[in-house]
């Protein structure tokens, strides 16, 4: 599975727009891009995930970039709750957990 | 509809001890995997089952064991505990095998096990 690089932590203000960058580079074709979160001592949450065109849900959305080397997740209005770990991972479709790796992520805080 | 259920929450043993977890999948999930993360490794695998059966394992000792009951809930054990088994233990259920198309993992909260 392709590697992810994820800046270690950020900052947002309350109510403003969280965006987290995540490099891709070695990602093929057939790998999808996934987001998940992990609030403190709680299991991940999935976010979204896609393969080559934008994405949007009630939680977040999802930009990849045309060469699908690198890809942001936004949180439009980010609220004190949304901080957390979040984790972006490559995978194909039907990779089970067993050989996804979650690397160290990226640490929101959320600051009111 | 109930989310993926772990019990205890919180847990403290000493060395040389052994320990249950337990997980509730949600409800018609047939597939429940079990994963140890740590600071240090991450989220590391440690087995899935299904329909009763352990269907994948990963690279962990003899003393981490598991099952799973009829009505899809599961237990894990860990025998003659060691500091270093002190990590938030993960389960998550899905409707099918891990790896089926569009089947998706959901994670309980985990439990945080304290190894003294």
């Known amino acids: 599975d392709a590697k992810t690089t994820q800046p270690p932590s950020m900052d947002c203000a309350e109510g403003r727009a969280a965006n987290l960058p995540c490099n891709h580079s070695?990602?093929?074709?057939?790998?999808?891009v996934y987001w998940y979160r992990q609030i403190h001592s709680q299991g991940p949450q999935y976010i979204i995930h896609g393969l080559k065109n934008n994405e949007t849900n009630e939680m977040a959305s999802l930009i990849i970039t045309e060469d699908r080397k690198s890809s942001t997740l936004i949180l439009p209005h980010a609220t004190l709750r949304d901080t957390a770990v979040y984790y972006c991972?490559?995978?194909?479709?039907?990779?089970?957990?067993?050989?996804?790796?979650f690397g160290p992520g990226t640490s929101l805080s959320v600051i009111p | 509809k109930a989310g993926v259920t772990q019990t205890p929450r919180y847990l403290i043993k000493t060395r040389g001890q052994q320990v249950t977890l337990s997980c509730s999948p949600i409800s018609g999930h047939r597939s429940v995997s079990w994963y140890q993360q740590t600071p240090g490794q991450g989220l590391q695998f440690l087995f899935e089952y299904f329909s009763e059966t352990q269907r994948n394992k990963g690279n962990f000792p003899g003393r981490f064991s598991g099952r799973q009951f009829s009505n899809s809930r599961s237990e894990m054990n860990v025998s003659t505990l060691e500091l270093g088994d002190s990590a938030l233990y993960l389960c998550?259920?899905?409707?099918?095998?891990?790896?089926?198309?569009?089947?998706?993992?959901?994670f309980g909260q985990g439990t945080r096990l304290t190894v003294v």
């Open positions: 991972i490559v995978r194909p479709m039907k990779t089970s957990y067993d050989k996804v790796i």
């Open positions: 998550a259920s899905s409707q099918n095998r891990l790896g089926d198309r569009n089947t998706e993992a959901f």
């Open positions: 070695t990602i093929s074709g057939n790998e999808y």
